[in-house]
């Protein structure tokens, strides 16, 4: 019996010398996203391609009286767009399937004003199924913009068009996708705007978005669905590419609706501390002035997009940004080649992580200092999956980095482990001086998936960070600093 008693002891010895074998990680705190969101919100950047009649008419919101001839595309190639966005580091590609005006970019039974009434490829052309193959062999998401709103329908504004609608969305999520490592094709994302204007018939039409988003779950159970209060994920609430500075996944969504009855702007763009659903923001803003392609317009400036890209990706929101075909059916070069020098950007800016070389050390360690599976070590370890985190008690806790040798930098990247919810409300980062007296550098208060700080160049051999208001106990699970010479 003693000799069973020394070895419990022995045993419990080395478990305090080798970590915190019986320290339970953190349990979930509030709404949470599923796996499907965590992977959609881990993409980044996606392309969005608006592309339809309006790319030949100019407009950007066509009345659905456009002839079917008008779309005529002399060369297009859905390889090339798939190029484009892979070289451009976006990892899935939406489409305008159908917008206001009604025509589908492929062969829908439900409509006479789609690809195969107009003289493209004779009448047997399909976009999606192009565009399908494509991202298929480029490795990319395929997600569907199909507006609830039909111009050219003539059940529009009755009940009969909802079931219309239903088997519109039927037709799409059965047969196209992207076909990921040969299985049943895929789509990542299903966007819905909650645009509601007259049809060809002078009314408007009364939306049974129960139907529509029960049809996307039962056809694409793993696609996100996109509206004013998703569930997959929301509208920024603008489309000038700028998310909140204070940005919740979270959203109360009871009482509102897509479109009309959506929550307030300034909702969508900063979401709500404790909402009762994780509906994270999509920040939507394409490279052009417009949404379709015209002649007379360019690109953004690299700065404009590295500054759509912080105030995006950088505020905890997905960029769904837009990059339109043109009339030949293709990515202009001059878009394509604006959309390689932001990744050029890009990776340029954060190549040199700083943070790894640095010593991380906390006030407090969930299971004690000793505990590896908590240690702050993790927030530089380049695994998604590992994080620091504290005891469920501790709401305010610090990290420090401290380097042998002075850094210089000019933006802080903070992570937290959203698969367990977001948590922080407000922290400080302060920077020692030589003089060993500690300034302030930055403030914020969401974090989310990302935050991106934007600070002025600074050296320095100690960063501080302290969580000011956490809603639980707070899990970070990266923490970078990295040189900006661009902007």
């Known amino acids: 019996m003693r000799a069973k008693s020394l070895k419990i002891q022995i045993l419990i010895s080395l478990a305090a010398m080798t970590g915190c074998v019986r320290t339970m990680p953190p349990a979930p705190y509030g709404a949470c996203p599923t796996l499907q969101q965590v992977a959609w919100q881990r993409m980044e950047t996606n392309m969005f391609c608006h592309f339809g009649p309006n790319t030949f008419s100019g407009l950007e919101w066509g009345d659905g009286s456009e002839a079917e001839e008008l779309f005529n595309p002399t060369s297009l190639d859905c390889r090339q767009w798939a190029a484009t966005a892979r070289q451009g580091g976006m990892k899935g590609i939406i489409i305008t399937a159908k917008h206001h005006d009604g025509f589908c970019l492929w062969p829908s039974a439900q409509s006479t004003h789609t690809v195969a009434q107009s003289s493209w490829r004779n009448g047997r052309g399909d976009v999606l ?52 490592d040969g299985g049943e094709p895929q789509i990542f994302e299903q966007w819905f705007d909650g645009a509601n204007g007259e049809g060809p018939n002078g009314k408007r039409q009364e939306y049974d978005w129960a139907l529509f988003n029960s049809t996307v779950g039962r056809l694409q159970p793993n696609a996100i669905i996109f509206s004013d209060i998703g569930p997959g994920c929301r509208w920024v609430g603008n489309e000038s590419g700028e998310a909140g500075e204070t940005c919740w996944s979270t959203l109360n969504t009871e009482g509102f609706a897509p479109g009309a009855g959506a929550p307030p702007t300034d909702t969508l763009n900063r979401g709500n501390m404790r909402g009762s659903r994780w509906v994270p923001a999509e920040t939507d803003v394409s490279i052009r002035p417009g949404w379709f392609w ?53 990776d340029s800016v954060f190549s040199t992580d700083m943070a790894k070389s640095a010593r991380i050390t ?23 999956d590992t994080y620091w985190a504290v005891d469920d008690s501790i709401l305010t806790p610090t990290l420090t980095l401290s380097f042998n040798q002075p850094v210089t930098f000019n933006r802080i990247v903070l992570q937290e482990y959203i698969p367990l919810g977001q948590r922080v409300a407000a922290f400080v980062v302060e920077y020692q001086e030589a003089d060993g007296q500690w300034r302030p550098l930055a403030e914020g208060t969401t974090i989310g998936y990302k935050r991106i700080l934007l600070t002025p160049k600074t050296t ?28």
């Open 129 to 180: 199924r192009e565009l399908s193959d494509a991202c298929t062999e480029a490795g990319l998401a395929m997600g569907v913009y199909i507006s609830p709103w039909d111009r050219n329908a003539p059940t529009y504004g009755s009940d009969a068009y909802n079931e219309t609608f239903r088997m519109t969305l039927e037709s799409v999520l059965s047969n196209y996708g992207s076909r990921i």
């Open 362 to 384: 906390a006030s407090h360690t969930r299971g004690g200092k000793r505990c590896k599976e908590f240690s702050p070590c993790n927030l530089a370890d380049g695994n998604y």
């Open 294 to 346: 015209h002649a007379d317009e360019h690109p953004k400036s690299v700065a404009e997009l590295l500054r759509i890209y912080y105030s995006s990706v950088g505020r905890n929101s997905l960029l769904l940004l837009n990059v339109p075909p043109d009339s030949r059916g293709l990515i202009p070069a001059e878009d394509s080649l604006r959309l390689l020098e932001f990744r050029a950007a890009l």
């Open 460 to 487: 320095t051999k100690s960063l501080r960070i302290s969580i000011k208001s956490s809603l639980a106990c707070p899990i970070l699970n990266n923490i970078g600093l990295f040189m900006d010479n661009i902007l």
